[in-house]
């Protein structure tokens, strides 16, 4: 298997700009996590999907942030409008199950916003 | 607001020694542990997962689960300069993730 897939890998854009981030999870996985990465705040968990879908949107941080998941193999995260403060690594990971099964992490979006 | 803790290094240890990392959780409920290790400019990776008090062995890492004092540690026995990487302490499910503690070995 290919693993999760991520686009784009790297984004560069201004503010105000719509973003849109792609996720293909691994064949077979039944839950779907989008999380964010930066320096001060660490790996936060955004969202997560089981079965297409949303279980748990609490750590979306506010109504600029939208997920959806119209399929088993892919998945959209979108900024409208982005802000430079949106600017990190946004990762998607997908696992068979909760609990004590492995997520596997997709490589990442880098994105930055100016 | 459940909370992860760890110390954010870096730690610096040499080559054959053994590196220990701890971790502290807020949620006396937690039951799922894992450690994800994360190169620079890569995804987390993980290594090692445990769920019961105690020791749990793989290779040359060892998890210790005491859960009366909410705390979680990571041994790397003979650390070799590629362990040096960031270690992620994570809680529960959904996973709650720690910061991360910066881990250099020095040859």
């Known amino acids: 298997d290919a693993g999760v897939i991520q686009s784009p890998r790297h984004e560069v854009t201004e503010m105000g700009q719509e973003v849109t981030l792609r996720c293909k999870p691994i064949?077979?996985?039944?839950?779907l996590f989008w999380y964010r990465q930066t320096m001060m705040r660490g790996l936060e968990l955004l969202i997560y999907?089981?079965?297409?879908?949303?279980?748990?949107d609490s750590g979306m941080p506010e109504d600029r942030f939208s997920a959806k998941m119209p399929n088993a193999s892919f998945s959209t995260l979108k900024i409208q409008p982005s802000e430079p403060r949106d600017s990190a690594v946004y990762f998607c990971?997908?696992?068979?199950?909760?609990?004590?099964?492995?997520?596997?992490f997709g490589p990442g979006t880098r994105l930055l916003v100016l | 607001q459940k909370e992860v803790e760890q110390n954010s290094g870096p730690l610096s240890v040499p080559e054959g020694a053994i590196a220990s990392l701890n971790c502290t959780y807020s949620?006396?409920?937690?039951?799922?542990f894992f450690w994800y290790r994360q190169y620079s400019g890569k995804s987390p990776e993980l290594i090692m997962s445990?769920?019961?008090?105690g020791d749990k062995e793989d290779g040359r890492f060892t998890a210790q689960l005491n859960k009366a004092s909410q705390y979680v540690s990571l041994l790397i026995r003979d650390s070799q300069p590629s362990d040096s990487a960031t270690y992620l302490c994570?809680?529960?499910?959904?996973?709650?993730f720690g910061k991360g503690t910066r881990l250099s070995v020095i040859a």
């Open positions: 990971a997908s696992s068979l199950a909760l609990g004590e099964e492995t997520q596997y």
């Open positions: 064949s077979g996985h039944d839950y």
């Open positions: 999907f089981n079965n297409n879908v949303p279980i748990d």
């Open positions: 949620d006396r409920g937690s039951q799922s």
């Open positions: 445990i769920y019961s008090n």
């Open positions: 994570a809680v529960n499910t959904p996973l709650v």
